[in-house]
């Protein structure tokens, strides 16, 4: 039994775990609430790359990748998560929002 386990009630826990998982879920969400690739293509490419530097900094300089292929993955990851930022923070307007004519 986990000290966790002693202090937090089961349900209490099932409620954190399950507003965690609706957090998770809606970061890879668009405004519309639809998912949006900005934030998974920004994902997978900060996976990629802390994988490789890991490798490689336990490998052999032979079997680096080219600079040039993780300077585009980095680049790519940048503009991903740039772009998904924007999408979070800008101000759209709804159709409700709108007066009416």
């Keep these: 039994m986990s000290a966790l386990s ?3 009630p089961n349900q209490l826990k099932h409620t954190i775990m399950m507003n965690f ?5 809606d ?3 668009d405004e519309r ?5 900005k934030p998974v293509i920004a994902l ?3 996976l990629f790359l802390s994988v490789t530097m890991t490798i490689n900094s336990f490998s052999h300089s032979d079997f680096a990748p080219a600079d040039n292929l993780v ?3 980095l680049i790519i990851t940048a503009i991903g998560m740039g772009a998904d930022t924007l999408d979070k923070f800008s101000h759209k307007k709804k159709s409700e929002d709108t007066p009416a004519e």
């Design 6 to 8: 002693i202090f937090i």
């Design 27 to 29: 970061l890879f969400k």
């Design 71 to 73: 300077d585009a993955v």
């Design 44 to 46: 997978l490419g900060a």
């Design 21 to 25: 998982k609706q957090w998770v879920i």
């Design 33 to 37: 609430g639809s998912t949006s690739v």
